[in-house]
């Protein structure tokens, strides 16, 4: 099984950026698609970004799209969301997941394991 840590949250300003990782350990982190998750104060949890195995493939959520990018390096057991033009309605706790599933659009209940989550604030 596969142990994930996220780092990188914290405060940022309207327009700011942040850059969010994701460290896999306790298995083949190239056996995983990754998606980073959203769970805004209120609101159901979502898929913002995901990355699949080997290959590179993305999907990004409409949200998100021209704003942030995900990305892995499986030499380091990493994936890592890099968040630009943040805006106010991007706060939230932000969490990593992995599943053997290669689907890329399919949503939390195809994820296996996830992170802890890490808090993402915009304000100004």
């Known amino acids: 099984h596969v142990q994930l840590i996220e780092s990188g949250g914290g405060l940022a300003q309207p327009g700011g950026s942040l850059r969010l990782s994701c460290v896999g350990s306790g298995g083949t982190f190239s056996n995983y698609v990754v998606g980073w998750f959203r769970q805004a104060p209120g609101k159901e949890r979502e898929l913002l970004a995901s990355?699949?195995?080997?290959?590179?493939?993305?999907y990004l959520a409409d949200s998100v799209k021209g704003r942030f990018a995900i990305s892995r390096d499986n030499a380091k057991n990493t994936v890592a969301l890099q968040m630009n033009s943040l805006q106010l309605e991007d706060t939230g706790v932000y969490y990593c997941?992995?599943?053997?599933?290669?689907?890329?659009?399919?949503?939390?209940?195809?994820?296996?394991?996830w992170g802890q989550g890490t808090q993402v604030t915009v304000s100004s």
């Open positions: 990355i699949s195995k080997t290959w590179g493939l993305t």
């Open positions: 997941a992995a599943k053997v599933d290669p689907r890329l659009l399919e949503g939390e209940e195809t994820y296996e394991y």
